[in-house]
């Protein structure tokens, strides 16, 4: 089984599908090609014509059984402490997690105005994917997105389950110490490279989380994800198959660690790794 716990169904260039409907035909697409039996959609901090919103996406996936939704919530919805619809999806069980994007949006972690999101997913014990590292956009500011940033609030924050998406790119390190220090951290792995990953940063960013898999040592904490369109199903799995790991961290990765931070329950039909092992779950 492979759950790609990172994914979106936004329009990022002008090839890609001008439809939601054209996008997520060609999600699934992707998955069946790839072996992907599982996989999250994350909604963005904006709404535009490009970037639907988490009640778009929940419609147009609704009743598929390998898709879950992630709800991204952007600052002025925290600026106003506008999380009513988003408690309502929760009670219907219609969500997996919720996503922050410091970064993308000016604000820090530990702001008071994000602290009802906390406690709601520790509430509805679902867990907080939060941007780390390296921004799509230029006008991004970095420094809130650093992964040290999230130590504060998990700290502060117990009950509370975080996820820091791509692994603090580039400061893997500190991510990695992030996740290794509290026992309330993961990481996912999405989102190193845009499109296919090019020979020379392939290696690169290979080496890199290598080093921080052997300094967590732990099959436990990470989790596969793509970040598709973004970056290419294909490419990102030949990457993952390439990785110095244990067969536990390798089972964690692909698919068991998801399985448990998300409350995926995946098929019972197994589906195929990177390097043709069929996997039953």
């Known amino acids: 089984m492979i759950v790609d716990c990172h994914t979106h169904l936004n329009r990022y260039t002008p090839d890609e599908p001008p439809s939601l409907a054209g996008r997520y035909a060609r999600l699934r697409a992707e998955m069946e090609a790839h072996g992907v039996g599982y996989a999250l959609v994350i909604s963005s901090y904006r709404v535009d014509p490009d970037r639907p919103g988490t009640g778009e996406i929940l419609e147009m996936v609704e009743g598929d059984p390998r898709l879950g939704v992630v709800a991204g919530i952007g600052w002025p919805r925290l600026e106003a402490g506008d999380l009513g619809e988003v408690r309502e999806w929760l009670e219907a069980g219609r969500l997996r997690g919720l996503k922050l994007y410091p970064g993308y949006d000016p604000f820090p972690l530990h702001d008071r105005r994000v602290h009802p999101v906390y406690e709601l997913a520790a509430e509805f014990r679902v867990p907080v994917m939060i941007h780390t590292g390296d921004t799509y956009a230029r006008r991004a500011k ?51 490279t845009l499109g296919a990953f090019e020979p020379r940063f392939e290696c690169l ?23 598709w369109p973004i970056s290419e199903m294909g490419s ?35 589906a195929e790794d990177p390097d043709g092992v069929r996997r039953g779950v």
């Open 142 to 192: 970095v420094r809130y997105a650093h992964p040290l940033e999230a130590d504060e609030v998990a700290v502060d924050f117990r009950d509370t389950v975080f996820v820091l998406c791509h692994l603090g790119n580039p400061w893997f390190l500190d991510a990695a110490e992030v996740v290794y220090k509290n026992e309330n951290v993961f990481a996912d792995i999405s989102g190193l």
């Open 205 to 227: 960013a290979r080496s890199k989380l290598n080093e921080a898999i052997a300094y967590l040592n732990d099959p436990t904490k990470l989790l596969y994800g793509s970040d």
């Open 236 to 270: 990102y799995l030949r990457f993952v198959g390439g990785l110095e790991t244990t067969p536990e961290e390798r089972e964690g990765m692909l698919w068991r660690n998801a399985a448990r931070v998300f409350g995926v329950e995946p098929g019972a039909g197994g």
